[in-house]
């Protein structure tokens, strides 16, 4: 004898059916979760793009810096490379001035040839000698009548004068030298002191 519900299976389309398929197959279903949006994706590219957008203008900025600072530190080289000669060769300069000052002007007109030729010699070897040092950026300070400034002068003592406004330079001591826009050495001064305030 037969089950009669196993009669009504086989003849009940709906028992005997498969099993009602999803849209996707489980993978399908499964990659379609773990894909992105295509939006969130694109978005990441923008932002990655400006990423690196953002560090490449960083570098091109700081190559651009480092290309000015050698520029700098180049010319500085050529300007300042002679300052430790150049500051040596200031006490040739001061001892030649100082043994051409040292010769009277009574003795300089009354010399004869021999010792008026020596003492010309030594003054054209001192203008060469500026004129050289003048080639290489150094060159003599001029303060004489002008405002005292402590980056290129040094003070050793004032002077009691009403006429001149005070911290005028009146009286040079030892010149001073600069080489290009710094000191090389300082000019030893005198100021004034007592006059209208500049």
Excluded: W
């Amino acid at each position: 004898m037969t089950d009669p519900k196993a009669n009504d299976a086989q003849h009940d389309p709906a028992a005997t059916a498969a099993p009602h398929p999803t849209s996707l197959s489980e993978p399908d279903a499964q990659a379609s979760v773990n894909e992105p949006e295509p939006f969130t994706e694109l978005e990441n590219l923008y932002a990655e793009n400006a990423g690196l957008k953002d560090k490449l203008l960083r570098t091109l900025a700081e190559m651009e810096n480092l290309r000015r600072r050698t520029e700098k530190e180049v010319a500085d080289a050529k300007a300042y490379g002679v300052t430790a000669m150049a500051r040596d060769m200031l006490g040739f300069a001061d001892n030649l001035a100082r043994a051409l000052a040292s010769l009277p002007a009574e003795a300089r007109a009354a010399a004869d040839a021999q010792l008026a030729g020596f003492v010309e010699g030594m003054e054209v070897t001192a203008r060469d000698f500026a004129q050289r040092l003048a080639r290489h950026g150094v060159k003599k300070l001029e303060p004489q009548g002008q405002k005292f400034d402590p980056n290129m002068h040094e003070a050793l003592f004032e002077i009691p004068d009403e006429s001149v406004a005070t911290g005028t330079v009146l009286q040079v001591v030892e010149e001073g030298y600069a080489i290009g826009e710094r000191c090389l050495r300082p000019a030893k001064v005198g100021v004034s002191r007592g006059g209208p305030k500049a």
